[in-house]
């Protein structure tokens, strides 16, 4: 089914969970989805009850509730529909190694951000007929002027949503720190076992990555989320490319490093 080209009607919704929101939209006649190719968490964010515009396509709304959710909406790797709320279980247990001195998984290449290109402290946050919020992280501006983040006509059932959605924006995104937005994997250059681990990975995966910075020093180490998985194939080769990003995740109990408490990040929403 291509969402993207099905096309609803003017629809009137009622106020439920994302994942009961989807999954409404999903059971429409017009839309027919298959249940045997969706695997739909429950949802944390109670949505309002709003009305769908005439040609909203499917693929756009259901971005928008994942978008609200906090959450992610993709195509897994067996075919599918997948939603995960904002709560999702990230564990660094047993996560795939990738790493350029020989104690795991070899790539041969990285893109590595050190600096300013998430680095957000005010959050303007406003819901379908609700009023914007503002959220600011005072201390961040202080040392790096104000960078303003704006998310709009999300689907939250109140503006107090609104409001604890951009104190975890700012809270989250204030400080400025390594991050490491790609790594690029070789299939070829992989025994049996890395490529067969490589190509089990599946967004949403969390992965541990070591990098050597050039000229020496202390190697960087950091655990990130899989969010784009794409393929080069061609004579002789085989490449795939994982996009990443910061791992999030709700206060962990046990948990390193989900479970610290030092910083000024919230628990959860």
Request: glycine share 10%; charged share 20%; hydrophobic share 35%.
């Amino acid at each position: 089914s291509d969402l993207g080209h099905t096309i609803l009607t003017e629809t009137a919704t009622t106020s439920q969970l994302s994942g009961a929101r989807l999954t409404a939209i999903l059971d429409r006649a017009d839309v027919n989805f298959p249940t045997a190719y969706r695997d739909i968490d429950a949802g944390v964010t109670t949505l309002q009850a709003d009305t769908i515009a005439d040609g909203t396509d499917v693929a756009s709304y259901a971005q928008l509730i994942a978008r609200t959710e906090g959450g992610r909406l993709f195509m897994a790797a067996d075919g599918d529909l997948t939603f995960r709320d904002r709560y999702e279980t990230q564990t660094t247990v047993g996560a795939l190694k990738f790493a350029d001195d020989g104690t795991g998984v070899p790539y041969y290449g990285i893109q590595v951000a050190v600096g300013s290109e998430l680095l957000f402290n005010r959050a303007l946050v406003t819901r379908v007929g609700g009023t914007q919020q503002t959220a600011d992280n005072l201390t961040s501006q202080d040392s790096y002027g104000v960078r303003t983040l704006e998310y709009g006509n999300l689907l939250f059932n109140s503006d107090t949503d609104s409001d604890n959605f951009a104190e975890y924006l700012v809270s989250r995104y204030g400080t400025p720190e390594v991050r490491i937005s790609q790594i690029d994997i070789n299939l070829h250059a992989l025994d049996a076992t890395q490529a067969g681990n490589v190509i089990g990975t599946e967004l949403g995966d969390v992965i541990q990555i070591v990098y050597s910075p050039p000229g020496g020093g202390t190697a960087i180490d950091r655990y990130a989320v899989v969010d784009r998985i794409s393929h080069e194939i061609g004579p002789q080769m085989h490449n795939i490319v994982f996009g990443l990003s910061k791992t999030a995740q709700a206060f962990t109990l046990d948990s390193d490093p989900f479970g610290e408490l030092d910083g000024d990040y919230p628990l959860g929403y």
